[in-house]
Each structure stands twice: as C-alpha cells, then as structure tokens.
C-alpha cells in the first residue's frame, strides 16, 4: 500500500523528523551516511555529510531528548526557551531558491551548519507544539529497555510509547505478570 506524501512542514513530518533523527543520532555506530539517507528520506536534497557534521549533530541531539525527557510541561519549555535563545537567528521565510515551497527558518542562513539548523528548526517546531497543545510535546518510550524518545502528535491521550510494538510488548509483560 502507497500512501500520499505529507507536506515536509506538516506536523506529523516534522515530528518523525525529529524522532528517526533524535534516536539514529543516539546509536553508537551511526556514520554520516546513515544520517544523510534520513536527511534525504524527510526531504533534504543531497545532504553532504561528515563525521565532524555528525558529531556536531549528536551533541545538540542530547539536548533536544533532554526536551523530550523533562518531566513537567514547564520544564520542557523552559529546556526548549535555552534552545531557542542560544540556538535561533530572527525569523524568515526560505524556498531554497525555488527548490522547495515558502517555509520559516529561524536558523542564520540556507547554508548554516547542519547542527544549527537542526536545534533551530526542532526547538521551534517543539516550541510550537508546546504553545498550541499546551502539554508535554513528546517523551521517552516507557517500555522495559527501550530509550526511543517520540514526539506526541496524538490528539487524544498522552502517549506513553514510541511505537506500537513496544506499546504491546509492555501490555503482554503486564498481562503475564498479573497472572503470574
């Protein structure tokens, strides 16, 4: 089954955006190419990569989990408002030279460093997330042994796991020990 590509800016895109990056960039093993090939699965044209760039990626990658792993709304938004006033540049709108729609940038320039523009770009979609749910905007998986954060799209309930598969693994591990 095919499914109809989201907007690259849509709320559901950045938000898986932001999770493949946040837990690749969380391996131990990731290479730059790994990281390019998600750059360019959620809509980067031809990301040119180093291990210096990678490096750099991770380390701020710390600090957007650290958002994600507050465990009040408040801290969360005060960890993304230390983001945002270290990280961001004033707003402006950016087709890339006509390569993709009118979209904000709150990053110094088209050519900022890859680092930049990630914690820049994720700090303001995280902030925006904050502001129109006013709740937590995502977590880290409360599955047994999984340190998998997600960012919270759902317009019901809390989300407590990153996945599906994880959700059912702790249901059936609370299901046998409640028989046990």
Not at 55 to 60: C, F, Q
Not at 93 to 120: C, I, N, Q, R, Y
Not at 154 to 163: D, E, L, N, P, V
């Amino acid at each position: 089954m095919t499914t109809a590509p989201r907007p690259v800016g849509s709320t559901r895109a950045l938000a898986e955006r932001t999770t493949d990056l946040l837990n690749a960039l969380a391996e131990e093993d990731v290479n730059p190419q790994r990281i390019a090939d998600l750059f360019t699965e959620h809509g980067e044209t031809d990301p040119d990569l180093t291990s210096e760039d990678v490096r750099a990626l991770r380390e701020v990658a710390v600090e957007l989990r650290h958002v994600l792993a507050a465990p009040t709304l408040d801290q969360a938004a005060r960890r993304v408002n230390v983001l945002l006033a270290r990280e961001t540049h004033p707003p402006r709108l950016s087709d890339h030279d006509g390569a993709h729609p009118w979209h904000l940038h709150v990053d110094s320039d088209d050519e900022a460093p890859w680092d930049e523009w990630f914690v820049a770009s994720t700090g303001l979609f995280l902030a925006r997330l904050i502001s129109e749910r006013q709740r937590h905007p995502g977590g880290v998986c409360a599955a047994h042994a999984c340190e998998r954060v997600f960012v919270d799209t759902a317009h019901g309930g809390t989300r407590r796991f990153c996945s599906r598969r994880c959700a059912t693994r702790a249901r059936v591990a609370a299901h046998r020990r409640a028989r046990a």
